[in-house]
């Protein structure tokens, strides 16, 4: 089973406010981070230090996914038209969860978000 969470964050976000709504998305699904098996975002945001520093932590892969593949996805329950003006998709984190668990994935816990970050978890 692929268990990945999809983040999404506003430039410079601290890794510390990722992993905190990260955590507690995990803790509502009632998993720990170690049943994850990837973490997915927006290929614009794989450089980002607050998200590259939980994947180390974590010792998952980052995943990206261009904004028009994420465009596509079936599945999401949260839209942003800010988003969508901003990077190209009206969805990251539920999107780049959905895309990164596979075909047949789903929503485990839709989209939560922080003063600068966004975080879902996806199944497949």
């Known amino acids: 089973m692929a268990l990945v969470l999809g983040l999404g964050c506003r430039q410079g ?5 990722v992993a905190e709504l990260a955590q507690a998305v995990l803790q509502e699904a009632q998993c720990d981070h170690t049943a994850l ?3 997915a975002t927006v290929t614009s945001r794989l450089e980002e ?3 590259c520093t ?4 974590w010792q998952l892969p980052l995943q990206g996914f ?3 593949r994420l465009a596509q996805e079936r599945g999401v329950l ?3 038209d800010l988003v969508l003006q901003h990077v190209g998709s009206p969805s990251v984190a539920e999107a780049a969860a959905l895309a990164a668990a596979d ?3 789903r929503l485990l816990v839709s989209k939560r978000k922080s003063a600068a970050a966004t975080a ?3 199944y497949a």
């Open 13 to 17: 976000c601290s890794v510390d406010e």
């Open 66 to 68: 261009p904004a028009e």
């Open 37 to 39: 098996t990837a973490l």
């Open 49 to 51: 230090r607050g998200l």
């Open 54 to 57: 939980l994947a180390q932590r």
């Open 120 to 122: 879902a978890l996806a």
């Open 103 to 105: 075909e047949g994935a």
């Open 78 to 80: 949260t839209a942003s």
